[in-house]
């Protein structure tokens, strides 16, 4: 057996050995669902979001009483004498006004956990558009593999009937190594292919959580999409979860500034305690016995910041500086959305035009083949040209292929990019994540060490 042809075979085999599936199909939604469900990244920022709860239950106990407890125990022996002296008491200590500083506080870690909660919206919009392009990136290049793979058989025909008409006369050697040259190529962009759809299957996997199977071909989102890109943009302005939570942001800095106003205005605190005194010196008399002894005390104190150094002020202007960057980040936020609507909106329509024109390149191309063929055979067309009809009949597969998955993802861009991509609004199949569970499970805690999951 040649080179040439144990190469070919080869591949074959290779071939056979990467394509094998399992006989159920994947659907575009069933991988999309469990990427909602297994993604790591998605499931780490849910995971912030909780860290992010408990900034409420921080800032509110600042409206609590802080109750401690004190012991100490000394022993002196000196001169003959010796003194053995103890205490034990708790201290209660309540905040009457701090100028507003707590209530700002929280009100501020609200405003943060409902930007976290459109931020973890986004990136559930983020980790979902991922998936779905992951999926159709599997879908293409193992058909573009494929197309690859029925070349490089049309090529070994094209070699085989290259030398048997060289062997009667009719050909030269000329048309074998082209023919040749033709197979050679093509067993290299087969590998890169085949490399390729190892390449995406990889991402699939990170993205979705398991191997790519059998999957089924995806379809564009048409009954989701808005009528126009002028409609999508006036629902993302409304309803991106980036833009949401870039305003919430600001709420939370404006929140910050007033806070930080109230370290300038007076504080009244109360605080109450008890102490049991021991007392045991050898040296007791009537008017300084030995034992116990206890005493209580209450009382307020009031007090009114003069001059702190100057880091009052400076935190006050710092906040007003913090304020001013996030409504630029709003603005930022609303001009990035606005760019994305009229991306996808523009690779929608190009690639939905892509496919009804390759379509046609597909037919024409197969068609110009086959005539160049039956005229090759009658000796008024040569290899070569055979080689590039070929040639041309591929590329405008490939070409097809890539457009119909560029249809599918655009759609799913638009839906990103207007702020509507969710588990909810595609229906998945999955248990929704709802994080203000966890948010009213912690706000007012009052104490307890396990987290609501029972950590």
């Not at 080869?10 to 990427?35: F, N, Q, R, Y």
């Not at 190594?177 to 197979?183: D, G, K, L, T």
């Not at 067309?381 to 055979?386: A, G, I, N, W, Y």
């Not at 595609?426 to 950590?455: I, Q, S």
Request: proline share 3%; aromatic share 6%.
């Amino acid at each position: 057996m040649s080179p040439v042809r144990k190469g070919f075979f080869g591949v074959l085999a290779l071939s056979a050995a990467l394509v094998a599936m399992p006989a159920s199909a994947e659907t575009i939604l069933g991988a999309l669902a469990k990427a909602y469900a297994n993604n790591s990244s998605l499931n780490s920022a849910r995971a912030g979001v909780r860290v992010t709860d408990e900034g409420v239950a921080i800032a509110k106990s600042g409206y609590r009483p802080t109750l401690s407890g004190t012991s100490s125990w000394n022993y002196s022996n000196g001169s003959g004498v010796s003194l053995a002296t103890g205490s034990f008491g708790i201290q209660l200590n309540q905040t009457l006004f701090d100028g507003l500083q707590t209530k700002n506080n929280v009100l501020a870690a609200e405003a943060r956990v409902a930007a976290a909660n459109e931020s973890l919206r986004n990136t559930e919009q983020n980790t979902l558009f991922d998936a779905a392009a992951a999926y159709m990136d599997v879908i293409r290049d193992r058909e573009i593999a494929a197309l690859r793979e029925r070349n490089l058989e049309f090529l070994g025909e094209q070699v085989r009937a290259s030398n048997s008409r060289l062997e009667v006369g009719e050909g030269t050697r000329t048309d074998v190594a082209q023919a040749r040259a033709s197979q050679q190529a093509a067993i290299a962009q087969l590998s890169a292919a085949r490399a390729q759809v190892l390449a995406s299957s990889a991402t699939y996997m990170q993205i979705v959580g398991e191997q790519p199977g059998k999957l089924q071909a995806g379809s564009p989102l048409g009954k989701l999409l808005p009528r126009s890109v002028e409609d999508s943009f006036a629902i993302a302005l409304r309803e991106h979860p980036a833009i949401i939570a870039s305003e919430h942001l600001v709420d939370a800095a404006g929140f910050v500034v007033k806070s930080s106003e109230g370290a300038l205005l007076p504080r009244v605190t109360a605080g109450a305690s008890v102490t049991s005194n021991y007392r045991d010196s050898s040296a007791a008399g009537p008017g300084n016995p030995n034992g116990w002894s206890t005493s209580a005390g209450i009382g307020a104190t009031l007090t009114v910041p003069i001059y702190q150094g100057g880091r009052a002020s400076a935190t006050v202007r710092q906040s007003k500086e913090s304020l001013g960057q996030a409504r630029i980040d709003a603005d930022v936020n609303r001009d990035r959305v606005r760019q994305a609507v009229a991306a996808a909106w523009a690779q929608y329509q190009a690639a939905t035009e892509a496919v009804a024109a390759n379509r046609e390149l597909v037919s024409a191309a197969q068609l110009a083949l086959n005539g160049v063929i039956e005229e090759r055979n009658v000796g008024q067309r040569t290899t070569l040209e055979v080689l590039n009809a070929q040639a041309d009949v591929t590329s405008a597969q490939i070409n097809l292929i890539s457009a119909q998955r560029d249809v599918v993802v655009a759609s799913y861009a638009i839906l990103s990019a207007i702020g509507r991509l969710s588990a909810r609004k595609l229906d998945l199949k999955v248990a929704l994540y709802r994080p203000e569970e966890h948010y009213h499970a912690v706000k007012d805690k009052w104490f307890g060490l396990r987290t609501p999951d029972g950590r």
